[in-house]
């Protein structure tokens, strides 16, 4: 399933000559993209995810990014950890990842963003000088290979959702409630649209990243406010607008009178390929999920797209793999009937994600790469207290099961109509519970594993994380290659 880098071509495969800038926008044209060169397309490609918004299960610490940065910085102290991260960085993403997915034929890739890159907590309002190093020398990289970049801005001040994917360290999204974050975010964006609105080879913004706003009267003004200041500064690159609780829902926008060069972004996660999902075709928490359950809920998200005649963007999909074959064959079966879907309705997509441990990655760091070496095991036992929502088999784990059992069940007598937003009961206990309470002495746990390296042990951690030290999932790329339409290289098809 997997094959070392070292066994392929891919290092060199693609040609030494960089194409230039496209003459045009990436723009829409009713229900259709166009590239940079005014000719329709449906990109295909995948997300940078874990690279400027760390995860989680990407990059095997635990809790939230910022906790874990405080937590490494108080090990090994503050300069060195800088130093640290800053290398991974530059390991996660560089030429030969650019090289690699351009040769797969792709010609998109999504980049989350955390806002920290562009500004401190302590001295908000000011962009950081910082702020576009990573991303210039990525989109630069990928466009040298054909592939544009979509700029997603993945955690906003003071978390736009309920999770640790916007950074978030408790449970709450407060980016609704406090104008003054929300003043934070239209300052970032207008700083973005500045320093990209000559670049062609950005395809657009993806202005919030999954929005979770309960009282839903927040989220479609906000939308419209960010709108308005890119636009004020950059009346060329497309928007992308995901919708809310978690880019499934559109009713804050009026399919009669979309907005101008504005494509509609949804996320369609099939329930039965996450970590706790059941067989497919088979049930996953008591419904019944297979081929056309996938094509309802897809429809269902995908209405105002279609309603509007916008361009459909998937912005995120793709199932989670276990190492168990029977059921990595189904999760294999629930992404080649997403990838049918999606040719049948002419649907751009990026798949999540690209790069991680070996949970969901197109490639993944080698098992006998240092970072592995001294991190396997402790991400061993954050999957048995399951304490990463995304990366473990099963919410409540089997080493806390008589714990977590107990608390769900208790809540569910005690408080049996309980059905908060914006996944309910269960979702809501297991996050408090394994993603907040057993993360948290976790992030500890994985700071004293730096302890007392020195920086040539350092280095070599950051360094597990460039492509010549990862693995391919064949079967993945296989299948992202058949569902695209640009031909990969030759090398690249060896």
């Given amino acids: 399933?997997?094959?070392?880098?070292?066994?392929?071509?891919?290092?060199?495969?693609?040609?030494?000559?960089?194409?230039?800038?496209?003459?045009?926008?990436?723009?829409?044209?009713?229900?259709?993209?166009?590239?940079?060169?005014?000719?329709?397309?449906?990109?295909?490609?995948?997300?940078?995810?874990?690279?400027?918004?760390?995860?989680?299960?990407?990059?095997?610490?635990?809790?939230?990014?910022?906790?874990?940065?405080?937590?490494?910085?108080?090990?090994?102290?503050?300069?060195?950890?800088?130093?640290?991260?800053?290398?991974?960085?530059?390991?996660?993403?560089?030429?030969?990842?650019?090289?690699?997915?351009?040769?797969?034929?792709?010609?998109?890739?999504?980049?989350?963003?955390?806002?920290?890159?562009?500004?401190?907590?302590?001295?908000?309002?000011?962009?950081?000088?910082?702020?576009?190093?990573?991303?210039?020398?990525?989109?630069?990289?990928?466009?040298?290979?054909?592939?544009?970049?979509?700029?997603?801005?993945?955690?906003?001040?003071?978390?736009?959702?309920?999770?640790?994917?916007?950074?978030?360290?408790?449970?709450?999204?407060?980016?609704?409630?406090?104008?003054?974050?929300?003043?934070?975010?239209?300052?970032?964006?207008?700083?973005?649209?500045?320093?990209?609105?000559?670049?062609?080879w950005v395809a657009g913004y993806n202005l919030m990243n999954e929005p979770a706003d309960e009282t839903r009267r927040v989220v479609g003004p906000l939308y419209r406010r960010l709108f308005d200041a890119v636009r004020e500064i950059d009346p060329d690159h497309t928007v992308f607008l995901d919708g809310n609780t978690y880019s499934t829902e559109f009713d804050m926008f009026d399919p009669a009178d979309p907005w101008p060069n504005t494509v509609y972004s949804v996320h369609d996660y099939v329930a039965s390929g996450l970590g706790r999902g059941g067989d497919y075709p088979g049930e996953t928490d008591g419904v019944y999920i297979d081929r056309d359950y996938a094509r309802r809920k897809f429809l269902q998200r995908s209405a105002y797209a279609r309603a509007s005649g916008t361009p459909i963007m998937v912005g995120e999909f793709a199932p989670i793999y276990t190492g168990d074959e029977h059921v990595d064959a189904m999760r294999r079966r629930i992404l080649a009937d997403q990838l049918d879907l999606y040719r049948e309705f002419d649907v751009s997509w990026t798949s999540w994600m690209y790069k991680d441990l070996g949970r969901q990655g197109l490639v993944s760091v080698a098992p006998e790469s240092p970072y592995r070496q001294r991190f396997d095991a402790f991400v061993a036992k954050k999957n048995r207290l399951a304490a990463d929502q995304w990366g473990s088999d099963r919410l409540g784990g089997e080493g806390v099961r008589e714990v977590s059992e107990a608390v769900q069940a208790l809540v569910a007598r005690e408080f049996p109509n309980w059905n908060p937003y914006p996944w309910g009961r269960f979702d809501t206990v297991s996050t408090v519970l394994n993603n907040l309470l057993f993360a948290q002495p976790l992030a500890e746990e994985y700071a004293e594993l730096f302890r007392g390296l020195s920086d040539d042990e350092l280095d070599a951690l950051a360094d597990s994380f460039a492509f010549e030290q990862c693995v391919v999932r064949e079967s993945l790329r296989d299948q992202l290659v058949a569902g695209g339409d640009r031909a990969p290289s030759s090398a690249a098809r060896a």
């Fill in 1 to 200: 399933m997997f094959r070392s880098v070292h066994d392929s071509e891919v290092i060199g495969m693609s040609s030494a000559h960089s194409p230039a800038r496209p003459p045009h926008f990436v723009r829409t044209e009713g229900a259709r993209l166009l590239d940079g060169y005014g000719e329709p397309i449906r990109f295909t490609g995948v997300c940078v995810g874990g690279w400027l918004n760390m995860e989680n299960f990407i990059t095997g610490y635990a809790a939230n990014e910022t906790l874990m940065r405080e937590k490494v910085a108080a090990v090994i102290g503050a300069d060195r950890a800088a130093r640290f991260f800053e290398r991974l960085l530059t390991a996660f993403y560089g030429e030969a990842d650019a090289t690699f997915l351009g040769s797969l034929g792709m010609t998109l890739i999504r980049i989350p963003v955390n806002y920290h890159h562009f500004e401190s907590d302590d001295r908000p309002l000011e962009i950081l000088p910082t702020a576009f190093e990573h991303l210039d020398r990525a989109i630069e990289a990928s466009g040298r290979h054909g592939v544009y970049s979509l700029i997603d801005l993945h955690a906003l001040p003071g978390s736009q959702n309920h999770h640790w994917h916007s950074d978030n360290d408790t449970h709450q999204a407060q980016l609704w409630r406090h104008p003054h974050f929300q003043d934070r975010v239209v300052n970032i964006w207008k700083a973005i649209a500045e320093h990209y609105k000559g670049n062609t």
